[in-house]
């Protein structure tokens, strides 16, 4: 407090009234009025643009996720028809492979019978 200025306790709780009085009626007045009506006004505006920029992020990003779901769809089922033309190849050089060894044992059994014949007939001839 000022030191110059000898005020009584009655003095200093009016001033202080008149202070508050004061205080309040400039916060009533239209200027303060008008002020705070174009503060909510700026506020509102601000937050409709944020909500717009997350609704706009949410939808680029649930385009994005459908983009990537589906390429990872399409990338399973190219897998998927891999390994079954992977194993269709398998199974036909399998079933190649037992033919061509079920031909070469008919082969080697048509070899021995014809070597048993021979002999069967060599053996008749010596008689």
């Known amino acids: 407090m000022d030191t110059s200025k000898n005020t009584g ?3 200093r709780l009016s001033a ?3 202070a508050k009085t004061r205080a309040r009626s400039a916060a009533e007045s239209p ?8 503060r909510e006004a700026v506020r509102v505006a ?3 643009r944020i909500a717009e920029r997350k ?12 983009a990537l779901a589906a ?7 190219a897998r998927e028809i891999a390994l ?8 036909a050089e ?14 080697r059994q048509a070899a021995r019978d014809a070597r048993y014949a021979d002999r069967k007939a060599r053996k008749r001839k010596g008689k």
């Open 9 to 11: 306790f009655a003095d």
């Open 16 to 18: 202080a009234a008149d």
């Open 31 to 38: 200027a303060a009025v008008e002020q705070r009506t174009a």
């Open 46 to 48: 601000r937050d409709a």
């Open 55 to 66: 609704a706009t992020k949410l939808a680029s990003e649930a385009r994005q996720a459908a």
């Open 71 to 77: 390429a990872q769809a399409a990338e399973a089922a």
């Open 84 to 91: 079954k033309i992977e194993q269709e190849a398998r199974d």
């Open 94 to 107: 399998f079933a190649e492979r037992t033919a061509r060894e079920a031909a070469m044992e008919a082969e």
